[in-house]
């Protein structure tokens, strides 16, 4: 049985996966352009340590802390259409940040580029179940999954090399391919797709029987597992947000080639890949508690290690591979977990996870790199890895519901 939206596509189901697919792809590809391009601008505009921190909170605000309510607002409205301009636009404003006249209108374009970053994830995934078949739906989601973690992970290496072959000016060339996606969306016939139970929720208000669907906000935060399990993956988003933005400017430091940074952060962050795909699985057959908690307390070791010795050469590429697989390989089982703990709210669930801890980690590296002013930025990514043995302690603490059946 085809998804509800099949016969509005004028491509075939492939198709279709393979396009939404590649909006996250986009998505994530765009959104991680800000820690290549930090050392660049820092200079241009004459910004501190703390102001850089700041920007990356107000990014990853905008990218990850709204995913939530904007898929409140996709999974009750028929918001196809949004994909046609958002992808284009989340191109357009990151590749405009290298003309960015002063730091106003940096932060300015970030955050709007943020916004479309917080559209695209949400509508891809409600729009997926309508495009193929249900019986492969797992399978269209984990293609979905992975061609974002993959289009995050190479942009260091994409985005210096396009930078150092040609120029920062010349960086709104790489928007492109977002306008191309954006046109395929169109004369795909994606955009006509309704977000996921739109209709439903429309027919429900119609006849009086939308109570049962509402979200509870209150419900959610007076849910102590839910809370603690935020606060725990909130206090992991922080070590790694830290990293995964501040690395470069801390491998320029030690004499490392742009390119090189570049490289050893795509590293890090094809471990996180390798960590988010096969964390899930682990968790199923080990426990999902029991995989957080000891991915939490192995993580810090390779990572300290890491700025410990940073020139250590291949022991520096595994030490990285290894933090970046530890830390974000905790995703997948805590998505399933809060699911448990609200099951009437899986939606929300899986952008808490997905979107709302790396917001709130955010803030942590923003506090990092104010301690770099003062400190030294190492050792404020030194102290960074704290929050790491923290939250391997509340997960410790956290109640795992019992799974029945």
């Given at each position: 049985?085809?998804?509800?939206?099949?016969?509005?596509?004028?491509?075939?189901?492939?198709?279709?996966?393979?396009?939404?697919?590649?909006?996250?792809?986009?998505?994530?590809?765009?959104?991680?352009?800000?820690?290549?391009?930090?050392?660049?601008?820092?200079?241009?505009?004459?910004?501190?340590?703390?102001?850089?921190?700041?920007?990356?909170?107000?990014?990853?605000?905008?990218?990850?802390?709204?995913?939530?309510?904007?898929?409140?607002?996709?999974?009750?409205?028929?918001?196809?259409?949004?994909?046609?301009?958002?992808?284009?636009?989340?191109?357009?404003?990151?590749?405009?940040?290298?003309?960015?006249?002063?730091?106003?209108?940096?932060?300015?374009?970030?955050?709007?580029m943020g916004l479309m970053v917080a559209i695209i994830h949400p509508l891809g995934i409600a729009l997926l179940d309508k495009v193929g078949t249900a019986k492969y739906l797992g399978r269209y989601m984990s293609f979905y999954?992975?061609?974002?973690?993959?289009?995050?992970?190479?942009?260091?290496?994409?985005?210096?090399?396009?930078?150092?072959?040609?120029?920062?000016?010349?960086?709104?060339?790489?928007?492109?391919?977002?306008?191309?996606?954006?046109?395929?969306?169109?004369?795909?016939?994606?955009?006509?797709?309704?977000?996921?139970?739109?209709?439903?929720?429309?027919?429900?208000?119609?006849?009086?029987?939308?109570?049962?669907?509402?979200?509870?906000?209150?419900?959610?935060?007076?849910?102590?597992?839910?809370?603690?399990?935020?606060?725990?993956?909130?206090?992991?988003?922080?070590?790694?947000?830290?990293?995964?933005?501040?690395?470069?400017?801390?491998?320029?430091?030690?004499?490392?080639?742009?390119?090189?940074?570049?490289?050893?952060?795509?590293?890090?962050?094809?471990?996180?890949?390798?960590?988010?795909?096969?964390?899930?699985?682990?968790?199923?057959?080990?426990?999902?508690?029991?995989?957080?908690?000891?991915?939490?307390?192995?993580?810090?070791?390779?990572?300290?290690?890491?700025?410990?010795?940073?020139?250590?050469?291949?022991?520096?590429?595994?030490?990285?591979?290894?933090?970046?697989?530890?830390?974000?390989?905790?995703?997948?089982?805590?998505?399933?977990?809060?699911?448990?703990?609200?099951?009437?709210?899986?939606?929300?669930?899986?952008?808490?996870?997905?979107?709302?801890?790396?917001?709130?980690?955010?803030?942590?590296?923003?506090?990092?790199?104010?301690?770099?002013?003062?400190?030294?930025?190492?050792?404020?990514?030194?102290?960074?890895?704290?929050?790491?043995?923290?939250?391997?302690?509340?997960?410790?603490?956290?109640?795992?519901?019992?799974?029945?059946?």
């Amino acid at each position: 049985m085809k998804g509800n939206g099949a016969n509005m596509l004028k491509c075939g189901t492939k198709a279709g996966i393979f396009y939404l697919s590649m909006g996250h792809f986009a998505a994530d590809f765009y959104n991680n352009f800000l820690p290549v391009l930090l050392p660049l601008i820092m200079v241009k505009l004459d910004m501190s340590l703390t102001m850089c921190g700041v920007l990356v909170m107000v990014l990853a605000f905008m990218a990850s802390t709204i995913q939530p309510f904007v898929g409140y607002v996709v999974d009750r409205h028929d918001c196809g259409s949004w994909l046609v301009w958002a992808v284009p636009l989340c191109g357009l404003f990151i590749c405009l940040a290298g003309y960015a006249p002063n730091q106003p209108v940096l932060f300015l374009l970030c955050a709007l580029m943020g916004l479309m970053v917080a559209i695209i994830h949400p509508l891809g995934i409600a729009l997926l179940d309508k495009v193929g078949t249900a019986k492969y739906l797992g399978r269209y989601m984990s293609f979905y999954i992975v061609s974002g973690n993959v289009g995050f992970a190479i942009v260091p290496v994409v985005v210096t090399a396009f930078i150092e072959y040609f120029s920062l000016e010349l960086l709104p060339l790489l928007a492109i391919p977002g306008f191309l996606l954006g046109a395929a969306y169109y004369f795909s016939g994606i955009y006509c797709l309704p977000s996921a139970n739109a209709k439903k929720s429309r027919l429900a208000r119609e006849n009086g029987q939308d109570r049962g669907q509402n979200i509870s906000f209150r419900e959610i935060v007076s849910n102590r597992a839910v809370v603690m399990l935020n606060a725990a993956q909130a206090l992991r988003c922080w070590t790694h947000v830290a990293v995964s933005t501040f690395l470069p400017l801390v491998l320029l430091s030690h004499g490392y080639s742009s390119m090189m940074a570049g490289s050893l952060l795509a590293v890090f962050l094809l471990g996180s890949a390798a960590g988010g795909i096969s964390g899930g699985e682990l968790g199923d057959r080990f426990g999902h508690k029991r995989l957080i908690v000891t991915y939490l307390a192995v993580s810090a070791l390779p990572i300290l290690f890491f700025f410990e010795y940073p020139d250590a050469g291949i022991w520096t590429m595994l030490a990285l591979f290894l933090g970046g697989a530890c830390s974000h390989g905790t995703q997948p089982s805590s998505i399933v977990w809060t699911g448990r703990l609200m099951p009437k709210y899986i939606g929300v669930a899986s952008g808490m996870m997905m979107g709302l801890c790396f917001g709130l980690g955010s803030v942590g590296a923003a506090i990092t790199a104010a301690l770099g002013d003062y400190v030294g930025l190492e050792n404020a990514m030194l102290l960074s890895v704290l929050p790491m043995a923290v939250a391997a302690i509340i997960t410790a603490l956290t109640p795992y519901p019992k799974v029945e059946g």
